[in-house]
């Protein structure tokens, strides 16, 4: 008995523990988010045959003072939970405005949008004026949205979504393919591309069926009109068999390039120019 008493308080110290790490990272979340000192990375979108960027997405990175590094599958779900998403985005809007202005003219920024960010009109003039600021044209910007974000509200979301489409920013839907009821919200939203999930890039190579699922999803998406990016391709094989079956305008993967600085992305630009691009080999181990 006295035993079990023991063990229990041990638990319950331990959940105490657990706890307030918890609370703790999420004050430091808050204060990262206040205090802008979020960080920024873009990862390049090539055509299919990874000679040319067209475009980066830019991923919001989190370099905890002590823990270092923390993913962004832990931190955005802890930034929505408190309520500060949207302080998130909207700075990296602003950082992603400010650093695609002064990249080639025909190359894009790409930017995550959670749920909560598209339940409110703010980010509309949110967006309208960080284009403004940085004189950075609309066509230039645009946003990705999951399909289980548009899932709320649908005739509201569409109402923004719509605004943001008319100011000329492209509306993507992130992640397609893993959500609910994805084939009918193409139609009833102004979206004009697809970023589809890495889930069906996976066994391409071992699976018939998987190829299958790809071609069919890819096939659907063109006849609505759509551009097609296709999410985490890694090896030559799954490049292979994307590039023979056509089933990207635009390829997002390690294979072409992970998420990197700025800095980083200006290099590779400068260095590819409108020539050829030899593929370095990447490395994993620097991601
Ligand atoms: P996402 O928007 O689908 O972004 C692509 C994610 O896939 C990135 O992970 C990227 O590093 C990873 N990725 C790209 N190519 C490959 C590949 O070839 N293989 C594999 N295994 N992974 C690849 P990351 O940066 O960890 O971000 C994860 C998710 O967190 C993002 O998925 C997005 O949903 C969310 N996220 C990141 N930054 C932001 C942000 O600023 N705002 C919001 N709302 N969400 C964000
Ligand atoms: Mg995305
Ligand atoms: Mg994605
Ligand atoms: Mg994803």
Redesign the pocket.
């Known amino acids: 008995k006295r035993r079990d008493k023991n063990r229990w308080s041990l638990f319950v110290e331990s959940m105490d523990a657990k706890y307030s790490a918890r609370q703790r990272l999420k004050a430091d979340l808050r204060e990262a988010i206040r205090g802008e000192t979020?960080g920024?990375?873009y990862?390049p979108m090539f055509e299919p045959t990874g000679t040319r960027i067209v475009g980066a997405?830019?991923?919001?990175?989190w370099n905890h003072p002590d823990l270092g590094p923390i993913?962004?599958?832990v931190y955005?779900p802890l930034?929505?939970e408190l309520g500060i998403?949207s302080d998130?985005?909207h700075g990296?809007i602003n950082k992603a405005a400010r650093d695609c202005a002064t990249w080639p003219d025909h190359l894009f920024v790409s930017?995550?949008?959670?749920a909560h960010?598209v339940r409110s009109r703010e980010i509309v003039s949110v967006v309208a004026d960080t284009l403004d600021r940085h004189n950075l044209d609309a066509k230039r910007l645009h946003l990705?949205i999951?399909e289980s974000a548009l899932m709320d509200d649908l005739a509201s979301v569409r109402t923004i979504l719509q605004e943001l489409r008319s100011m000329g920013v492209t509306m993507a839907i992130?992640?397609f393919g893993t959500g609910y009821s994805s084939l009918s919200y193409l139609d009833m939203l102004p979206i004009n591309k697809v970023?589809i999930?890495?889930a069906f890039?996976m066994n391409i190579t071992e699976d018939e069926r998987k190829l299958k699922l790809l071609r069919g999803v890819v096939h659907l998406s063109r006849e609505l009109g759509l551009d097609i990016v296709v999410?985490?391709?890694?090896t030559e094989a799954q490049l292979k068999l994307i590039q023979d079956n056509n089933c990207a305008d635009l390829i997002?993967?390690?294979?072409f390039g992970?998420?990197m600085p700025n800095s980083a992305l200006v290099e590779l630009m400068n260095k590819l120019g409108n020539g050829p691009y030899r593929r370095q080999p990447v490395s994993m181990a620097s991601?």
Not at 111 to 114: A, C, F, G, P, Q
Not at 231 to 234: A, D, K, L, P, Y
Not at 252 to 255: R, T, V
């Open positions: 979020m920024i990375v990862q997405e830019a991923l919001s990175r993913s962004p599958a955005i930034a929505e998403i998130l985005t990296m930017v995550n949008l959670s960010d990705e999951t992130d992640d970023k999930d890495r890039v999410e985490g391709v890694e997002q993967g390690f294979i992970m998420p991601h």
